[in-house]
């Protein structure tokens, strides 16, 4: 189920006050919380210059900030938070615990250590970044984050990058459902099978590199010439995409004019055809860098 918002908050910069409009349509959860339906990517950004993109993406209206503990910039993050000025309910700030810090205590303590370099006194969304099977503690890492949520200092949790097969494990051992599993998913990488079982089970798909290559992805003809028809960027096509077929996109971006059309996708609809031929551009080898769940080690 989804519900429109639109409201009016200002932002308190450096410089003035921001007066910006909220119309993001919201996914409620199988928890019971709430996510943008549009959310703004961090990694990569550090420093001066994250802080002043993700300061952009606040006053162009993202609340749902995805970072991780291997990003380095959970600090910038939350920096960027206070900054703002907007009201810290609004946000939903997503983290992830890495594949070192899996073992039950480790997660235990990692979580409260991403707690202090964010400043805030809970995580919105914690996810599990990874799964490591390999290394097979992801299934403490979960009961953890169950824990944690009982706790209080997380409010939803849920994992990123886990396989039916992992998904079943944990819910098997724990008997609680992941309210979001963030995964790679774009028109070269559709995931249509996965995403079958998210829907089957109220799990919410996020989406990240949503918008895969850039470039090579825009040139094909299916987003072309959406973008044309519709008057819109090949990009604004994709996240469209996302939309339309219920996943959650993090873009990233460091441009504020990138930034704003990234998040203005509402006002237009693709049509049954053209999300039929954009996820017809899903290959077999689809995946960026060949991040295998069952096969991928993070650390």
């Known amino acids: 189920m989804q519900h429109e918002v639109a409201e009016w908050s200002?932002?308190?910069?450096?410089?003035q006050n921001v007066r910006v409009a909220m119309e993001i349509p919201i996914y409620d959860l199988n928890d019971g919380t709430e996510l943008p339906a549009v959310g703004f990517g961090t990694t990569g950004l550090q420093g001066a210059d994250g802080l002043d993109a993700i300061l952009s993406a606040v006053e162009a209206g993202y609340r749902l900030i995805d970072t991780a503990v291997n990003y380095g910039n959970e600090m910038t993050v939350g920096e960027a938070i206070r900054r703002s000025g907007a009201p810290r309910p609004e946000f939903r700030v997503t983290s992830k615990l890495p594949g070192r810090h899996h073992a039950y205590d480790d997660a235990i303590v990692s979580t409260h250590e991403s707690l202090g370099r964010l400043g805030l006194d809970h995580i919105d969304l914690h996810l599990i970044h990874w799964p490591n099977p390999k290394r097979d503690e992801y299934s403490e890492a979960w009961r953890a984050l169950v824990d944690l949520q009982r706790d209080g200092l997380v409010t939803t949790i849920g994992v990123s990058n886990f396989t039916a097969e992992h998904l079943d494990r944990i819910m098997d051992t724990s008997g609680v459902v992941p309210a979001v599993n963030q995964i790679e998913m774009h028109p070269y990488f559709p995931q249509e099978e996965?995403?079958?079982v998210h829907d089957s089970l109220g799990i919410r798909t996020v989406a990240w590199s949503p918008l895969a290559w850039g470039k090579a992805l825009f040139e094909e003809d299916a987003v072309r010439s959406a973008a044309e028809a519709h008057g819109v960027s090949p990009a604004q096509v994709v996240l469209r995409w996302h939309f339309q077929l219920g996943s959650v996109p993090i873009p990233r971006s460091s441009a504020p004019e990138h930034q704003v059309a990234n998040g203005s996708i509402f006002d237009f609809e693709l049509s049954d055809d053209?999300?039929?031929?954009?996820?017809?551009?899903?290959?077999?080898?689809?995946r960026l860098f060949g991040g295998d769940p069952d096969e991928h080690y993070e650390m």
């Not at 200002?10 to 410089?15: A, C, G």
């Not at 053209?274 to 689809?286: E, F, K, N, P």
């Open 10 to 15: 200002v932002l308190k910069t450096s410089e």
């Open 194 to 196: 996965l995403r079958a």
């Open 274 to 286: 053209q999300v039929a031929a954009i996820t017809a551009l899903g290959r077999s080898d689809g």
